[in-house]
């Protein structure tokens, strides 16, 4: 069984653009989350889709938004990029949304901001 | 809210000593707990979870017991291997406050076996 795919793997940016990252789950899976993980701040939540809809958002600003498809696959948006944006951002899907159910990671896209 | 308290590492550890990872956590309720571990240029492997207390989660070789009573969740390794270096997450999913049941991470412990 495929595991969750994120595209592209490295992007490098300058200060003002805007980016698209891309994630397919597990197949089957229909929740996706997004975390960014940096050296300074660790592994934060932005947020959660389940069947289309976002179930949950963490502390970042509106610049940041997602999406998620009618096959559960989902994009994550930052406009305006800052410096402080470089980070790895993971992508994570499990079956449901359930406590219990355990969230499986893509090895992320790694963004640098110049 | 919810939050994990893990030890600081690095942790440097002779091939077959025993590890011990602290991992305590803060939440109401009854969330599920995690260990996740990422090797360099990687994302999160899920290690192993437990979902009740009392519950032990195990998988490598790996152990750790939910404790409800002291709320922790340390990770042990009877005889560690260099391939076993790499940094380990605790995390905790869910409980009453659980704000949707997102992960919430520890730091992070990083762990170096030497031969």
């Known amino acids: 069984k495929a595991g969750v795919t994120q595209t592209p793997r490295y992007l490098i940016k300058t200060r003002g653009q805007q980016v698209t990252l891309s994630c397919s789950p597990i197949?089957?899976?229909?929740?996706v989350s997004w975390y960014q993980q940096t050296p300074g701040q660790g592994l934060q939540f932005l947020f959660e889709?389940?069947?289309?809809?976002?179930?949950n958002k963490g502390n970042f600003p509106g610049r940041f938004s997602g999406r998620q498809f009618s096959n559960s696959r989902s994009e994550m948006n930052v406009s305006t990029l800052e410096l402080g944006d470089s980070a790895l951002y993971l992508c994570?899907?499990?079956?449901?949304?359930?406590?219990?159910?355990?969230?499986?990671f893509g090895d992320g896209t790694r963004l640098s901001i110049l | 809210g919810n939050s994990v308290t893990q030890m600081e590492g690095p942790v440097t550890l002779s091939e077959e000593a025993f590890l011990t990872i602290n991992c305590t956590y803060t939440a109401t309720g009854y969330p599920s707990l995690f260990w996740y571990v990422q090797y360099p240029g990687e994302g999160l492997q899920l290690l192993l979870k437990?979902?009740?207390?009392?519950d032990k989660g195990s998988n490598k070789g790996f152990e750790a017991t939910y404790r409800k009573e002291t709320t922790s969740f340390h990770l042990e390794k009877g005889s560690v291997q260099v391939s076993d270096s790499a940094v380990y997450f605790c995390?905790?999913?869910?409980?009453?406050?659980?704000?949707?049941?997102?992960?919430?991470f520890g730091t992070g412990t990083q762990l170096k076996v030497e031969l």
């Open positions: 437990a979902t009740k207390a009392d």
């Open positions: 889709y389940f069947s289309e809809t976002q179930r």
């Open positions: 197949s089957g899976h229909r929740s």
């Open positions: 995390a905790l999913q869910g409980g009453v406050t659980g704000g949707g049941n997102k992960l919430t």
């Open positions: 994570a899907s499990r079956q449901g949304i359930g406590d219990n159910q355990p969230q499986h």
